[in-house]
């Protein structure tokens, strides 16, 4: 386990405070990408998330990952923390209650949570389709985003210019649903020009959902 700075910078906003009801649906919009894929957008939906940002940061088991590129071993530009199998059991609390509030919508049961870490505008990650597209049709990837918003961006294939833009942040939750896995990726790109802190909380099930085999609508 590695240490990430004890604290962090980040902007926040008097208009991220939550309205609703935490963890609720009644705000939800779909976007849809196209006939195969969608995303789903809950703005504000987890409320204290200014809390959370602080506790995760500092209790969180973070992790700094490595890659081989070539020849070199490089640092992941991100940290982070994940829980799922045994561990899912010492999920921090308001984790647990996210958690459970996306398998009972979705009717699929989200058994892995990854938490990353942007530390500032040098981190990001790059263009790509969640590797559970791999083993599962049309994996749902659930992300509650705290801290500074960053850009998260969609494009269809795996080339060219994104054609969806979004700023999560403020507890925002966001859901890749459909072929989202397959036929598009996402990135959240680095920004050269400095960024604030952002944490993306990922929720992710490694069993099939009761759509597989059909396309949901
Ligand atoms: O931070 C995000 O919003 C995206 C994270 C992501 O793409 C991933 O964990 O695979």
């Given at each position: 386990m590695v240490a990430p700075p004890s604290s962090l910078a980040w902007q926040g906003s008097l208009f991220d405070e939550p309205t609703g009801p935490d963890l609720g649906f009644d705000r939800l919009v779909r976007h849809r990408l196209d006939e195969r894929s969608w995303l789903e957008e809950v703005p504000r939906w987890a409320g204290q998330h200014d809390q959370l940002f602080d506790r995760l940061l500092a209790e969180a088991p973070w992790r700094q990952?490595?890659?081989?590129?070539?020849?070199?071993?490089?640092?992941?530009?991100?940290?982070?923390?994940?829980?799922?199998?045994?561990?899912?059991?010492?999920?921090?609390?308001?984790?647990?209650?996210?958690?459970?509030?996306?398998?009972?919508?979705?009717?699929?049961?989200?058994?892995?949570v990854l938490v990353n870490l942007y530390r500032d505008g040098r981190d990001g990650v790059a263009w790509h389709g969640d590797n559970n597209r791999k083993t599962l049709h049309n994996p749902l990837v659930a992300t509650v985003s705290l801290g500074e918003r960053r850009r998260f961006l969609l494009r269809p294939g795996t080339a060219g210019s994104p054609t969806h833009r979004f700023r999560p942040g403020g507890g925002d939750l966001l859901i890749m649903a459909g072929a989202c896995q397959h036929e598009w990726q996402h990135t959240v790109p680095k920004e050269p020009g400095g960024a604030g802190a952002r944490m993306s909380i990922t929720l992710r099930h490694s069993r099939e959902g009761w759509w597989a085999g059909q396309y949901p609508r």
């Open positions: 990952r490595e890659r081989r590129m070539y020849e070199r071993t490089v640092l992941e530009p991100r940290m982070v923390a994940a829980w799922s199998g045994d561990r899912l059991e010492d999920l921090p609390a308001p984790l647990e209650r996210m958690r459970k509030a996306v398998s009972e919508r979705y009717r699929v049961e989200f058994d892995s």
